[in-house]
């Protein structure tokens, strides 16, 4: 099991950049697969990005491709998403997720509080 804390979020204006972190416990960090997954008001919860156990491989949905970049630090437990010109539809609530199945495909069973991102226009 993992436990997973996230951190970052605030308040920018458009075009401004914030990083998110998700440091998870747990000895076993490197046999997840990593996501980060949002949820804006009235808006069911979507999928952001995703990286691979070893961080080999990476996955963005459509409409943070090139702006967002998703990485992380096996030897630190922790995965991080940088957003960069972030625009005012990337105001969500961000969760930081892990699977131990597929990285796209999941289930993530494991999931944060949240952490939430707000862009001012």
């Known amino acids: 099991q993992v436990q997973l804390v996230e951190s970052g979020g605030g308040l920018v204006q458009a075009g401004g950049s914030l990083r998110l972190s998700c440091a998870a416990s747990?000895?076993?960090?490197?046999?997840?697969?990593m996501g980060w997954f949002r949820q804006a008001p009235g808006k069911e919860r979507e999928f952001v990005a995703a990286?691979?156990?070893?961080?080999?491989?990476?996955y963005y949905a459509d409409s943070v491709k090139g702006r967002f970049t998703i990485s992380r630090d096996n030897a630190k437990n922790t995965v991080v998403l940088q957003m960069n010109s972030l625009k005012p539809e990337d105001t969500a609530v961000y969760y930081c997720?892990?699977?131990?199945?597929?990285?796209?495909?999941?289930?993530?069973?494991?999931w944060g509080q949240g952490t939430q991102v707000t862009v001012s226009s």
């Open positions: 747990g000895r076993t960090f490197n046999s997840y697969h």
């Open positions: 997720a892990a699977s131990d199945v597929g990285v796209r495909s999941g289930p993530y069973d494991y």
């Open positions: 990286i691979t156990r070893s961080g080999g491989s990476t």
